[in-house]
T-cell receptor
Framework: DADVTQTPRNRITKTGKRIMLECSQT?????MYWYRQDPGLGLRLIYY???????NKGEISDGYSVSRQAQAKFSLSLESAIPNQTALYFC????????????FGPGTRLTVL | DQQVKQNSPSLSVQEGRISILNCDYT??????FLWYKKYPAEGPTFLIS?????DKNEDGRFTVFLNKSAKHLSLHIVPSQPGDSAVYFC??????????FGKGTTLSVSS
C-alpha cells in the first residue's frame, strides 16, 4: 500500500465550484504539505502543517484553504475554483526537513473549465 | 524573487556519458539541499541531499557538489542511463519552514 495517498487522482470541474482534495498518510509523520506543479514553474508551496494544531501559508495560498483533520489527514480546498488553478497538486509528508526530505503522494490532476 | 534557480530547462545526454545538472540559490541561510527526481504521472522522489557543512556527497552513480561561496550546487550522474530520463528538481531547506524548489530540469538520456 502507498504511504501517501491522494484522492481523487483526476478531477475536472467548472469555474466557481468548490473542490476538496484529500491526502492521507501511513508514515506516521507529523509534517504535511501541499504543493502545486505547473509547467515551467516547478513545485510551489501552497500550505503546510507541522502538527495537527499548526497551519502555515506558503507562497501561493490565495484562493486555497486547508484542514488538518488528524495527524494522518490533510485536505486542500478550493472555495471557488478558477481556470488558473488548473494544475497538478501534490501532498507530501516529512518527519523533519532534512536529511530525508519529503515523501510525495502520486498527485491529483485538477482541471478547471 | 526566486530563491532556488535551475536555469537550464532541459538537458540531453548520451547513454554512458556524464549528466551535470546545475542549481543556484540566493539565501545564504539555507542549511540543507536536496535533489528530487520525477517521472510522468508520479510524485517526486528523493534522490540525494547535502548538508551546508559539506561540499560533496556521493551515492552510487549520483554525486552532489556544493560550492557555498558561489551559492551553487550541481548533481552529477555517471554513467547516465536511459532510465535516468526524468525531471530533476533542486530544493533548499530554510530552517523552520518548508522546502523551496527550483523550476526543474528535464533530463533526456538517449541510447
Amino acid at each position: 500500500d502507498a504511504d501517501v495517498t491522494q484522492t481523487p487522482r483526476n478531477r475536472i470541474t467548472k469555474t466557481g465550484k468548490r473542490i476538496m482534495l484529500e491526502c492521507s498518510q501511513t508514515k506516521g509523520h507529523d509534517r504535511m504539505y501541499w504543493y502545486r506543479q505547473d509547467p515551467g514553474l516547478g513545485l510551489r508551496l501552497i500550505y503546510y502543517s507541522f502538527d495537527v494544531k499548526d497551519i502555515n501559508k506558503g507562497e501561493i495560498s490565495d484562493g486555497y484553504s486547508v484542514s488538518r483533520q488528524a495527524q494522518a489527514k490533510f485536505s486542500l480546498s478550493l472555495e471557488s475554483a478558477i481556470p488558473n488553478q488548473t494544475a497538478l497538486y501534490f501532498c507530501a509528508t516529512s518527519d523533519a526537513i532534512a536529511p530525508k526530505g519529503l515523501f510525495f503522494g502520486p498527485g491529483t490532476r485538477l482541471t478547471v473549465l | 524573487d526566486q530563491q532556488v534557480k535551475q536555469n537550464s530547462p532541459s538537458l540531453s545526454v548520451q547513454e554512458g556519458r556524464i549528466s551535470i545538472l546545475n542549481c543556484d540559490y540566493t539565501n545564504s541561510m539555507f542549511d540543507y539541499f536536496l535533489w528530487y527526481k520525477k517521472y510522468p504521472a508520479e510524485g517526486p522522489t528523493f534522490l540525494i541531499s547535502i548538508s551546508s557543512i559539506k561540499d560533496k556527497n556521493e551515492d552510487g552513480r549520483f554525486t552532489v557538489f556544493l560550492n557555498k561561496s558561489a551559492k551553487h550546487l550541481s548533481l552529477h550522474i555517471v554513467p547516465s542511463q536511459p532510465g535516468d530520463s526524468a525531471v530533476y528538481f533542486c530544493a533548499a531547506s530554510p530552517a523552520g519552514t518548508a522546502l523551496i524548489f527550483g523550476k526543474g530540469t528535464t533530463l533526456s538520456v538517449s541510447s
